[in-house]
């Protein structure tokens, strides 16, 4: 007899949660429930189109292994390279990202927990290694099937390949052992003459000793620990002797966004002039900085990119920064675009978001950063051309077998901008380290001037509203909010007669933007009146009242807006932000019309004006999520977070708002108690990204 998917649910059921499974068949009885999950937003309807598709690949597929599909393919949506099936049916309704406090009030519908009661780990992961849609890991001859079992976890074929290329890519790597230079241990010396403070390891040295070794390192730490620093003076020591051997290294400098590439361009023209090495070796250490589209040559409307396996980039040592932002299909792609013999060094991190794409690369990668886990071999070396002592350092000690990676991994540990009695410092590190009552302490004592605390009483509470207008306080030396910007336009606008090619509008512009820049709100959630989109209309009509903008139309002078796509013809990278000025028409005196004015991303400084009218990926920005924050600093950083729990609220989304700030730090909490709960998740994102060891 054949079973309907009925026949495989817990019973008894309700007549309202029978009569939503209509027995019709197998794959249609499940469509039903998966359309009624994504009624409720818990699935994507992405999610279910791709279970009709297997359904249709296979008339017969077992009820069981397409909602593995369904689950493996909504875990991808959420970040997650695969399903674990053994952590799915320990915690079912994780699976789905159902909020804590419910969204379950909408009428009966059945639940992952539910539909798995009575399975476990080996009957399931039976059941998928029987199916004609699911390939077991390495079976090369069942390459055209759509789903990949490998153990216990269930991958989606085209992610699978992508783990397996990154994976293969780094171990190559790690084994391309680099013969250090004889005088490895005099250059790391000048380069590193001042030293640290006494008493402490100087970990920017190690990481630049450690990464001449192999064709991959890694660089992490956090905000202020000197990656940067680091980086260039890594550089300099790779390119002294090719330089002097005459045949200079060609060095390339990548970010996944166009911010962050603006940003390390700015910081590494400054160091590089600072370097105590040759005019000779300063002059082939680059400046410029591309986002890594651009790097590999981005093809509009498709997943490919001009550089590729078959023409490799032309260089020898590329630096990515921000690497935690890139997620694994990207990682995938650039390392089939590296030449064998070059060296990659990613900066970035660890604790921070990892990307909004599937996978956490940076954060798999430094499983072991903060243990070190270096081998005694490893040890030894780095003490010997450094002149540093580990022994009192506190790092765990490793096996070259069993941490392989963690051979080629520093983190930096002491922050130079948020030292001991910073307060964001504190806060930071409570956080990181879930201690969250501590954490929330912190905030509520008001000792440090440079964090703020803002319970809001009620959904109206006009508190918010000064804030998002004047900041903390009105002194010059204060965090200020969105007035001072739009003050700046006012005051600093040049005279009615300039023309337009007058310098001056670049420069007021200019100052615009980084006015702009001394205080931004950041939102854990888009949706509803603590998100993005209910908080950027809160803050247009606050400004509005205040007579600080005009805002009847869309576009208006003053509006910041976010670009939230790539637009190569423009020049344009998803994450930019640009500012709606008035500008001369032509001539003198004549009319003015909307310009919006964006920094330049190409390490020269300046602005460029786009019309509105060529602009259609946009939003307004006086909100923004922590994901679009990445690779951004603010003066004064506001974090507002919802008035319920929700997936997304988790001790790295607390972390990276937090360290977004440069001066100042508020926290906004519509309710209280969210803060803590948030601090005490931790991001769990599941891949198999280089878990067997070599």
Known sequence: MTRTFTDLLPMPLDAQQLSALQPLSEVRDLLTLLDRWVERGWLRALDRAFVAFLGELDGHADPRVLLAAALASHQLGHGHVCLDVGETLAEPDFALSLPPEGDLLAGPVLLPSQLLEHLDQATWCAILSGSALVAHAGNDAQIDRPLVLCGRRLYLRRYWGYERQVDSALRQRLAQQEVASVDLRARLDQLFESGAPAGQVDWQKLACALATRAGFSIITGGPGTGKTTTVVRLLALLQAPAVDGGRPLRIRLAAPTGKAAARLTESIGQQVQQLAVSEAVREHIPTEVSTVHRLLGSRPGSRHFRHHAGNPLPLDVLVVDEASMIDLEMMANLLAALPRHARLILLGDKDQLASVEAGAVLGDLCRDAEAGCYSPQTQHWLEQVSGEQLAGSGLQPGSAEQHALAQQVVMLRHSRRFGEGSGIGQLARLVNAQQAEPARALLATATH??????????????????????????????????????????????????????????????????????????????KGPWGVDGLNVRATQALSRAGLIDSDAVWYEGRPVLMTRNDYGLGLMNGDIGIALRLPEGGAGGK???????????????????????????????????????????????????????????????????????????????????????????????????????
């Open 592 to 694: 003015q019309v909307l310009r919006v004015a964006f920094p330049r991303s190409d390490g020269k400084g300046g602005v460029r004006f786009v019309l509105p009218s060529r602009l259609s990926d946009v939003e307004t920005v006086y909100a923004m999520t922590v994901h679009k924050s990445q690779g951004s600093e603010f003066a004064h950083t506001a974090l507002i977070l919802p008035d319920a729990l929700n997936p997304v609220l988790t001790k790295e989304l607390i972390y990276t708002g937090i360290t977004r700030a440069k001066h100042w730090f508020s926290l906004i909490e519509p309710r209280q108690g969210v803060f803590q709960e948030a601090v005490r998740r931790k991001v769990k994102r599941l891949s198999g990204l280089m878990l067997e060891q070599a």
């Open 449 to 526: 001037a440079d964090l703020h605390l803002l319970s809001l009483r009620s959904e109206q509470d006009r508190a918010l509203d000064r804030l998002l207008l004047d900041g903390i306080g009105r002194g010059e030396g204060d965090a200020k909010g969105y007035r001072y910007y739009l003050q700046v336009i006012g005051s600093e606008r040049p005279p009615e007669h300039a023309l337009l090619d007058d310098p001056r509008w670049g420069d007021w512009a200019l100052a615009v933007l980084r006015a702009f820049e001394t205080f931004q709100l950041l939102c854990a959630v888009r």
